[in-house]
């Protein structure tokens, strides 16, 4: 049998920064977000406050190696670093580079590119651009990227299938040339004594398949965004139906003007985790029309945007620690059915989305428990 090993997705938002302060106001990370937030509705959660109101700050390599003992201590295999990279600029690199710089951190590690632009679509200005990412179709661009991930790529705890290092890309749909792109990475990768890159695609959207060909090794299925995107559960109004299925499709302009018109009907998007992890679970592994590629499927622990979006959130019905070990068992033996070696979790940290196995002080370090207790073999 495959050992199963599951792999949190890591945020590095908990720091300050320049672009952060000038946008926010000075001091600013999610922290501020995570702890002024207010209940939407009756019995919600909010706000989340973490066990022994341990806000603390990812420049601190002692922070970083407290979380990686913990992740040691419940049996997780790995971190999936998000990593932000804008042609040749880099934001919230600190965390990673610090875990990377110091070899005594013995966990798993791959890095995710979250490629998107930076706006204020939080507080409805979708429009107010903080970081522009432009995906310039430059091979020099492309080769200041790759020779700064190298040293990643390299380093001995770095993830790797098929001999090759994994590399998740958030929306590769936004990239220009990005099959010139990756054939060019491949190129780099083989010069630099890799045996190539192992490219995975993130699936938010139904129609990613259509984006992603022949170069991406895998696509994984972001949970729980790609279940309700492709199934549409829940109470949404139809502009922000609209707003999902025009992703791909309009310019953005056009989903700028939509945008407004969404901030200006918006409600609560309330969701049923039931029916989703329903949806997960019926539709795991299930492979896409004309993709050969590997999938890999990933769990949510929670979701509630409320503290970035207030009344305009995405709120899933919350999923205590008994629950989500019913639908992660679930899962896993679904891994045992095909045969699969990881499982993505969604996440680590993300607090201001609801989305965390970091211990709070409502159920303490029950949902890394449960992990524990899965992998181990525990059946009660």
């Not at 979250?114 to 020099?140: C, F, M, Y």
């Not at 780099?188 to 993130?202: H, Q, R, V």
Request: with cysteine; net charge positive.
């Amino acid at each position: 049998m495959i050992k199963k090993k599951i792999i949190a997705v890591y945020y590095p938002q908990f720091h300050q920064i320049e672009e952060n302060n000038k946008a926010w106001g000075h001091g600013f990370t999610d922290w501020h977000r995570v702890k002024s937030s207010k209940p939407q509705f009756e019995n919600h959660y909010q706000p989340r406050v973490p066990l022994n109101d341990n806000y603390y700050n990812l420049t601190d390599p002692q922070t970083i190696e407290n979380q990686v003992l913990l992740a040691q201590k419940y049996g997780l295999a790995g971190f999936c670093f998000y990593h932000y990279w804008f042609d040749g600029k880099l934001l919230l690199e600190k965390p990673m580079e610090i875990f990377q710089n110091n070899k005594s951190l013995n966990l798993s590690f791959c890095i995710s590119w979250a490629n998107e632009t930076w706006t204020k679509r939080w507080v409805g200005e979708a429009k107010s651009v903080i970081q522009k990412q432009t995906h310039l179709p430059d091979k020099d661009i492309w080769k200041s990227h790759f020779d700064y991930l190298l040293p990643f790529f390299q380093d001995n705890r770095y993830i790797c299938i098929d001999k090759k290092p994994v590399f998740i890309i958030y929306q590769p749909g936004i990239i220009n040339n990005l099959a010139e792109m990756i054939e060019y990475w491949q190129l780099l990768a083989k010069m630099n004594g890799l045996n190539g890159i192992y490219f995975i695609s993130t699936k938010r959207q139904k129609n990613i398949h259509k984006v992603v060909k022949s170069e991406f090794n895998g696509i994984m299925k972001y949970q729980p965004q790609e279940a309700y995107n492709s199934n549409n559960f829940g109470e949404r109004s139809l502009v922000s139906k609209l707003m999902t299925n025009i992703s791909f499709v309009f310019p953005e302009n056009v989903r700028n003007h939509i945008s407004k018109i969404k901030d200006k009907t918006a409600k609560l998007n309330r969701f049923d985790s039931v029916k989703l992890w329903k949806s997960i679970l019926e539709n795991s592994y299930k492979p896409f029309s004309g993709f050969k590629g590997q999938i890999f499927e990933s769990a949510y622990v929670n979701w509630d945007n409320s503290p970035r979006y207030g009344n305009k959130a995405n709120v899933f019905s919350f999923v205590n620690p008994k629950q989500f070990e019913h639908y992660l068992r679930q899962m896993i033996r679904k891994m045992d059915e095909n045969k699969a070696e990881y499982l993505f979790v969604n996440a680590w940290n993300e607090w201001a989305e609801g989305a965390y196995l970091e211990p709070d002080k409502k159920y303490e370090y029950q949902y890394l428990e449960v992990i524990h207790k899965i992998l181990s073999g525990n059946n009660e």
